[in-house]
């Protein structure tokens, strides 16, 4: 079975930094790129960062980037959304996603291309 467990979301003030934490089960994580997406009341899951594989290709929205730093650790399956200087509009439900890559190097920015999906995590950034 299956899962990816998000974790260390909150309520915080702008300027404040989070880490989200995604622990993945049940797949054989070096397989997959991983990525980082949200959703806000009434918008669309938006892609927010991605990681290949290996860790050595890293993928950012111009919304953050600066701010975000994605992070893995294929020993311990776990990949890590690092926030920083957050705003406002950072306020959404933040998803861990899991994309079987047959190489090292590719990581993937479309939600729909993505296999396996955690259930999210609120963060939520007052002014």
């Known amino acids: 079975q299956v899962q990816l467990v998000e974790s260390g979301g909150g309520l915080v003030q702008a300027g404040a930094s989070l880490r989200l934490s995604c622990e993945a089960s049940?797949?054989?994580?070096?397989?997959?790129?991983m990525g980082w997406f949200r959703q806000a009341p009434g918008k669309e899951r938006e892609f927010v960062a991605a990681?290949?594989?290996?860790?050595?290709?890293?993928y950012y929205a111009d919304s953050v980037k600066g701010r975000f730093t994605i992070n893995r650790d294929n020993a311990k399956n776990m990949v890590y959304l690092q926030m920083n200087s957050l705003k406002p509009e950072d306020t959404a439900v933040y998803y861990c996603?899991?994309?079987?890559?047959?190489?090292?190097?590719?990581?993937?920015?479309?939600?729909?291309?993505?296999?396996?999906w955690g259930q999210g995590t609120q963060v939520t950034v007052s002014s």
């Open positions: 996603g899991a994309d079987f890559r047959s190489n090292t190097v590719e990581v993937e920015t479309t939600s729909t291309e993505y296999d396996y």
């Open positions: 049940g797949i054989l994580f070096i397989l997959y790129a």
């Open positions: 990681i290949s594989r290996s860790g050595g290709n890293r």
